[in-house]
């Protein structure tokens, strides 16, 4: 080989070869979209474990959530603030923020750290009753694992990574690979590009195909293949739309103005997140009590409800305040499954309203109304429905109750939930930049 075609090979193989950017890259979205399924499933079985622990030890003592709960919650919340305050609440606000400034986030709001230790309080925050879902920490568990592969094959960390870690984290939690990327388009990406599209579609098809290969088609709440006649649509979306935006939007607004009201109000608990943390707990703890219903996702109550199961009407109610006590005390753990279950509630109140159109359809109306007043992203609370109940038969009437939602809650919410949420996470990226620009200002020429 003369001189020049080893040069011309050379720059091929470091241009294109298994070490070259392009396949640094490609190895880390594939690799961490494979983990990403595996700890998504992991994750999954582990929650649904802590939540069957939990519901023994209070069919064997009734009263013991009133010790545990309000313990576990301020112990919890102690413990974030100690070891990882950027570990709180959901974890889809910090991806959102995560996404303005890769870089740094990658060591600040998404690290592998952080996930560790996201995963260990939620499986902790279900062992003691909390109403929490586990698929928001997914999302940001998820972003957290490609940000460490990407840094592993020193790869750029690019805000298209990102939002394709927590798509895939959508779809895996959920077993809904659709979701993940109109969950991505709704909520993670400001400016969703083509290259961003096959980040996202290639990073969940491989975290789907491996929660698919090992949990197998499995439906969330049961195959519903029920219809309604377009006069049945006509009738019970409407009603179903603006109950839900109502409600939804009424969660949004409280979630996003509770800290004022709390320090308006109470005051002398603005600076006593643990002490705040127990009370919530106390909430929590005496609605479960009373109801039985209330403890953890919800899942089996909101599968109950859509499989016919006569609900009690305070159902709804009383999750929709028990998961904004949850919510609000900080603890880690998401609002998308809790949610998911007070939309049932809603659609079990519906039920009785229209007693000659099918009762599982009724309640998907209502299920599908609250998620999209709760989070304003209408397609992806369509396509979670659709996926997680095979109801492919009512995706008109959800959609047309999920726009009317939309519109209803944007009426008592102005700002979209998870975007209002991600300011202060925002904020703390802007002032590590700062300090960092203090610690190492640019050189003088």
């Known amino acids: 080989m003369t001189p020049s075609l080893n040069r011309r090979w050379r720059v091929l193989i470091r241009r294109h070869g298994p070490t070259s950017p392009v396949w640094r890259r490609r190895s880390a979205m594939g690799i961490g979209a494979v983990s990403i399924g595996l700890v998504a499933l992991a994750f999954a079985r582990l929650a649904d474990l802590s939540s069957e622990l939990f519901l023994d030890s209070v069919h064997r003592i009734w009263w013991l959530p009133l010790l545990i709960t309000p313990l576990g919650f301020a112990a919890i919340a102690w413990a974030t603030r100690r070891l990882g305050p950027e570990t709180a609440g959901s974890g889809i606000p ?40 586990r698929e928001g920490p997914t999302v940001q568990i998820s972003a957290a694992i490609l940000g460490w592969y990407h840094r592993l094959f020193r790869v750029p960390m690019r805000a298209s990574m990102i939002i394709a870690g927590g798509a895939a984290g959508v779809a895996a939690a959920f077993n809904t690979p659709l979701a993940g990327v109109t969950f991505a388009i709704e909520e993670l990406a400001d400016a969703y590009e083509q290259r961003v599209a096959l980040l996202v579609m290639t990073t969940i098809l491989i975290a789907g195909i491996v929660s698919l290969g090992l949990a197998g088609d499995y439906v969330y709440f049961g195959v519903v293949g029920e219809h309604l006649k377009v006069d049945a649509v006509l009738r019970i979306a409407p009603v179903a739309g603006v109950l839900g935006g109502l409600a939804g939007g009424l969660f949004a607004r409280a979630m996003l103005g509770i800290a004022a009201t709390r320090d308006r109000w109470l005051p002398a608990l603005s600076n006593r997140p643990v002490l705040w943390a127990l009370g919530c707990g106390v909430i929590v703890s005496v609605l479960g009590v009373v109801t039985h219903l209330t403890w953890g996702t919800g899942y089996a109550p909101a599968r109950a409800i859509v499989d016919g199961s006569n609900a009690p009407y305070w159902f709804g109610p009383a999750k929709f305040v028990s998961t904004l006590a949850t919510a609000a005390s900080g603890m880690p753990g998401g609002i998308f499954a809790p949610s998911l279950a007070t939309g049932a509630g809603l659609g079990a109140l519906l039920r009785p309203l229209f007693p000659g159109d099918p009762g599982g359809a009724v309640v998907l109306l209502g299920m599908v109304a609250y998620f999209t007043g709760v989070v304003r992203a209408p397609l992806t609370a369509v396509i979670i429905i659709v996926e997680a109940t095979a109801s492919r038969g009512l995706m008109m009437p959800l959609f047309l109750a999920a726009l009317i939602a939309h519109a209803t809650s944007a009426l008592i919410c102005k700002e979209r939930l998870y975007h209002g949420l991600s300011k202060p996470w925002r904020a703390t990226l802007r002032q590590v930049a700062a300090a960092q620009a203090q610690t190492n200002p640019p050189a003088t020429p």
């Open 94 to 133: 910090q991806v959102i923020a995560a996404a303005h400034d890769p870089v740094r986030a990658t060591r600040v709001l998404i690290s592998l750290r952080g996930a560790m230790i996201k995963f260990l309080f939620t499986l902790g925050a279900l062992l003691c009753g909390a109403s929490v879902g």
